[in-house]
């Protein structure tokens, strides 16, 4: 059975970087078949997909979080990560990993989440 | 983008009753490029519907989505009490992929 785990701090301060990490299991992050995605949720409110990443390291991201969106892998480690910089307050949300297919982009297994909260 | 309209924002119904949630995209999503998704609180979101109309894997077949271009529908039959949770579409016809604002279902 696939499972994907969130990992990183769960505070950051204003204007620094947010990293979280992904690490896959029950499967490898190496199939040709599959995108690996990150996925928010602030709190009370709804889904936003921020990016997706293929095992060779291409990558696309939502045109509204792009600049400040750096998605990567390490096929070795089974994991993706996330860099999110100059967070603000409305970077405060759960963040998922999650995993869709290469030509049909719906989202089939997921992470239990990690609430990231941006506070001084 | 895409925008993806739910309705409406709370279904409260019985168990046994049926709930419809529709789902309105802003312009085509393509080849019935849609997804559902049921999420109960404090839980990850969970695949139900993909393609518009394929159930995923263990999904009761209680659960049927339908619709094509803009407008879709997920209609769960036989409400039962595990199925209150938060319901959301999403489209993968045209990136970036996007979510509905979802519908609450209570079952009273």
């Known amino acids: 059975q696939l499972q994907l785990q969130e990992s990183g701090p769960g505070l950051v301060k204003p204007s620094e970087t947010l990293s979280l990490t992904c690490s896959v299991s029950?499967?490898?992050?190496?199939?040709?078949?599959?995108?690996w995605g990150w996925i928010r949720q602030p709190p009370g409110k709804g889904l936003e997909w921020i990016g997706s990443?293929?095992?060779?390291?291409?990558?696309y991201y939502n045109p509204s979080l792009k600049s400040r969106v750096t998605i990567s892998v390490d096929t070795s480690k089974n994991q993706f990560s996330l860099k999110l910089t100059s967070v603000t307050a409305a970077d405060t949300a759960v963040y998922h990993c999650a995993r869709s297919g290469y030509y049909v982009r719906y989202f089939d297994y997921w992470g239990q989440g990690t609430l990231v909260t941006v506070s001084s | 983008e895409i925008v993806l309209t739910q309705s409406p924002g709370t279904l409260s119904l019985s168990p046994g009753e049926r709930a419809t949630l529709s789902c309105r995209a802003s312009q085509s999503v393509g080849s019935s490029y849609l997804a559902w998704y049921q999420q109960k609180s404090g839980q990850a979101p969970r695949l139900l519907i993909y393609?518009?109309?394929s159930r995923a894997t263990g999904i009761p077949d209680r659960f049927s989505g339908s619709g094509s271009g803009t407008d879709f529908t997920l209609t769960i039959r036989r409400l039962e009490p595990e199925d209150s949770a938060v319901y959301y579409c999403?489209?993968?016809?045209?990136?970036?992929?996007?979510f509905g604002q979802g519908t609450k279902v209570e079952i009273k």
């Open positions: 990443i293929y095992y060779t390291g291409s990558t």
């Open positions: 029950g499967g490898s992050i190496s199939s040709s078949s599959y995108y």
């Open positions: 999403q489209q993968y016809g045209r990136s970036p992929e996007t």
């Open positions: 393609g518009a109309s």
